[in-house]
């Protein structure tokens, strides 16, 4: 096996890469290494091809714009079980795998979670041998590159494709022509039935670029179908012909943009026309290549819905309603029912998020502007869907507002949510609290007209890569406690649990925990220059910046613990690292400053000698998935403190807890599944709960009240608006404290005492020893159930109707 890897590998490096390994650099093992991989997984790639072709079996078609995949190397051959022959070949080769997997770039074609769920998603569905597609971008730049200068965020460009990428396959034979703008013609059929065909003013290739997902065991090996856009014409040869260089090719520069880049802002859509052209290019591709693929098979479209199940990840791929009614009525003539029986029965929708800002919505004279023909179908549909609704509640006028797919307050809008679910015949939400205010809020109306299309489906992560690739040492007890077969079957880690007061299995899961800090530990002093104690307890928190995720509140603690240990210096503090890392939308000025905030705090406690060892603040610049994977086996804490009701799920919570990190986190998303899992006695809860957060909101209390009843509080708001940590600009975070006075949205300072308390909870815990590691125990012993292998047989059995053995 090792002789055959190495033989591959060198094969490679000579016949692909064109080089003499004597010479190879890092980037070129991984380029061979990669090539010699995808060789093992290509046979299975296809067959799995062949055999859904031919046994008609149910496809499912994962739409998103976004899939954050990170590295894929260790990824495929762990999956393969063939990391630990790649290893041994490399090493008798004299080259070092560790040096050869970081040689890889992140492919980081996501904002955060819910790109980085498509990714585990599409790993677990490979794995459960569930013929599956997934659709998106091929982004020439993934989400931007994150530099810290002098404590502020810069965003430089990322470019993970400039030297190419060895997992993909281009397809010259899978070209779709996608059009925008121009003009709907309308004419009559001698029959007496109306037709349309859309003219459009602009057509781009869309070109696809297929990436195998190998599954655990290389059980099956899915594609993910990335589309790439390319110019009809790449020149305009008369203009060159004239010596207009830039007008030559400027038809080319305006059909690639739409896959230059990924949108960078999460939670807020960025409302740009080239956004809206991004997700109509990519869904009208898909949808054309997936009807294409089922005529060929089946002939007929009519079988569709039993055929294929399409998920929109989100509203960005909503549009593919229109599109798919569109493709049936215009292109292959079926009559408005049948297409719509066609079209409902074969999409469902997931949505991730409630906050008012983040749903999509779309100017219609954008969108009339773009997509004529499929502003026309949204108002049929929108007729049809208000007829019913006021036949079903005739006493309710204000029900049509809000269900409405077009809002008609100021400036009209199509609203991409209430289209995803009047087309769909299932709508999810991510965790159980999540769900649940679904149904009160946001779709309360939708849902009275729809009962039982809300299901809930709680988020997972695949273990994969979350435990087995990035802590092979917890891996390893794991397997010796729990039995080899966990790393198939999660369910048996719960047998751990049993163990949890056992003095030596405590003393090697700290040993574990221990040499990841200390691979923590040289990162952070590699990055930041800032020296941490890995006996220090290792507080993170690991996720996009966001004023609802309250990064600001654990700053605000990180201060008042500052002042609190140089007021006592001798008192018997916890030895704490506050670990932070993220990205801020480039516009979005609240988040920057946060950044700002916590290196200032960094700079002033790091060094003042009155602190010690005692705290220490480092924020991690870039925040990617590679660096997840080091930071989250090393964490002892997880933070997961978001306003209740605001964070959906969450995943990173997921993952931490996993890795053996206890969670401090308010009653949100599914930290309360969390905490119904590892039970209450082994997480540290605080905080407002969705229904006192609502309460609060609409009473209009404000933060007056919390910050007269805290003096710490007042402190320390007093201290950071008053310069504290920004000397050489003093009033540098008036405006950001001034947020929390008035208004607070986030309700920062009313969580603030009870966090504070809690986080002295967290210190007793640390230094009882024994306790917090037995804790540690039951975190992991209890996390089986967030596997994404469940999430996806639920999916698969609940919403897809796809048979599925797990
Ligand atoms: O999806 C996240 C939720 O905040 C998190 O609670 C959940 O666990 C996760 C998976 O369900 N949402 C998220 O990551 N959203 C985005 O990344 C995003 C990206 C782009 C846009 C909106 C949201 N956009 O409008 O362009």
Redesign the pocket.
């Known amino acids: 096996m090792v002789s055959e890897a190495k033989s591959a590998i060198i094969s490679k490096m000579t016949l692909s890469v064109g080089k003499d390994p004597a010479f190879a650099t890092d980037y070129d093992w991984f380029l061979a290494c990669a090539l010699a991989a995808r060789d093992r997984a290509t046979l299975r790639f296809l067959e799995g091809k062949r055999v859904t072709a031919s046994d008609g079996k149910k496809r499912v078609y994962y739409l998103s714009l976004?899939f954050l995949i990170g590295r894929q190397l260790t990824d495929v051959l762990s999956n393969l079980s063939l990391l630990d022959v790649f290893r041994a070949a490399l090493e008798d080769l004299g080259v070092d795998y560790e040096r050869v997997r970081s040689a890889e770039p992140d492919a980081a074609l996501g904002?955060?979670?819910?790109?980085r769920?498509a990714a585990c998603f599409m790993e677990s569905m490979a794995t459960l041998g569930i013929p599956a597609y997934g659709y998106g971008i091929r982004y020439d730049h993934g989400l931007f590159r994150q530099v810290i200068y002098d404590g502020w965020q810069e965003e430089y460009p990322e470019d993970w494709l400039s030297f190419g990428t060895p997992w993909e396959f281009l397809r010259t034979d899978v070209v779709f022509n996608v059009g925008f703008g121009g003009s709907v013609e309308t004419y009559v059929t001698p029959a007496g039935i109306t037709r349309y065909t859309w003219h459009p003013g602009e057509v781009v290739h869309a070109v696809s670029y297929d990436t195998p997902m190998v599954g655990w065991r290389g059980r099956s090996v899915n594609p993910l179908r990335l589309w790439s856009a390319r110019a009809v014409d790449p020149l305009r040869l008369e203009l060159f012909n004239r010596g207009d260089f830039a007008g030559a090719s400027s038809d080319q520069a305006r059909a690639e943009a739409i896959s230059k880049f990924l949108?960078p802002?999460?939670?807020?859509?960025?409302g740009q026309e080239l956004r809206l052209r991004q997700e109509y290019f990519f869904v009208s591709a898909s949808l054309q290549d997936l009807l294409s693929r089922h005529r060929r098979i089946y002939g007929d479209l009519h079988s569709l819905p039993e055929r294929a199940a399409i998920q929109l990840n989100?509203t960005?791929p909503a549009v593919a309603i229109a599109e798919m009614m569109r493709l049936l009525l215009d292109e292959h003539g079926l009559p408005w029912n049948e297409a719509w029986a066609i079209t409902s029965a074969t999409f469902s929708y997931t949505n991730?998020?409630l906050l008012p800002e983040?749903l999509?919505t779309w100017p219609l004279a954008v969108f009339e502007r773009l997509l004529p023909r499929h502003l026309q179908i949204i108002y049929f549909i929108n007729n049809l869907h208000l007829e019913a609704a006021k036949k079903a509640f005739p006493e309710e006028p204000e029900l049509l507002r809000s269900v409405s797919i077009i809002d008609e307050r100021d400036g009209r809008k199509v609203r991409m949510g209430q289209l995803a679910f009047v087309g769909s015949h299932a709508i999810n939400g991510?965790s159980a609290l999540h769900t649940d205010l679904m149904r009160k809020t946001t779709f309360r109306d939708l849902n009275r007209i729809y009962p039982d299309r809300i299901q809930n489906k709680t988020?997972g992560i695949t273990f994969r890569r979350w435990l087995h690739q990035s802590n092979p040492g917890l891996t390893a007890i794991l397997k010796e406690v729990c039995g080899a077969e966990v790393v198939d079957n999660p369910e048996v880690i719960e047998r751990l649990a049993a163990h949890a007061g056992d003095s030596a299995l405590q003393d090697r899961i700290r040993a574990v925990k221990l040499a990841n800090k200390t691979a923590l530990a040289k990162v952070i002093a590699e990055r930041t220059g800032v020296r941490v104690d890995p006996a220090a307890l290792f507080d993170v928190q690991i996720k996009r910046m966001h004023e609802y995720k309250r990064q600001l509140l654990n700053l605000l603690e990180t201060a008042a613990l500052y002042d609190a240990i140089r007021a006592n210096p001798d008192a018997d503090w916890t030895p704490r690292v506050k670990i932070m890392a993220g990205k801020a939308a480039a516009s979005y000025v609240n988040a920057k400053f946060i950044i700002k905030l916590a290196n200032d705090i960094a700079q002033v406690v790091n060094n003042d000698p009155a602190v010690r060892d005692l705290l220490k603040v480092v924020f991690l610049p870039n925040y990617n998935v590679s660096l997840a994977e080091v930071i989250i086996p090393a964490a002892d804490l997880s933070e997961q403190i978001s306003t209740a009701g605001m964070?959906?799920?969450?995943?990173g919570n997921m993952k931490l807890a996993l890795n053996g990190a206890l969670t401090i986190g308010t009653l949100d998303?599914a930290n309360i599944e969390i905490r119904d899992n590892v039970g209450n006695d082994n997480i540290f809860i605080f905080g407002l709960t969705t229904d006192e957060v609502s309460y609060r909101r609409e009473r209009g209390i404000t933060a007056g009240q919390a910050i007269a009843a805290s003096p710490m509080l007042a402190g320390v708001l007093n201290a950071v608006s008053g310069g504290r940590f920004s000397p050489d600009d003093p009033g540098r975070f008036v405006q950001l404290i001034d947020g929390l006075r008035g208004a607070d949205r986030y309700m920062v300072t009313d969580d603030f005492d009870s966090y504070y308390a809690a986080q002295r909870r967290v210190d007793a815990c640390w230094n009882s020893g024994e306790p917090w590691t037995r804790s540690a125990i039951i975190n992991i012993a209890n996390m089986a159930w967030f596997s994404s292998d469940r999430t996806i047989a639920e999916y698969a059995r609940e919403i897809w109707n796809v048979p599925v053995d797990l």
């Open positions: 976004e904002n955060g979670g819910l790109g769920l949108y802002s999460d939670e807020t859509p960025s989100d960005h991730h998020t983040a999509e991510v988020n964070e959906a799920s969450g995943t998303g």
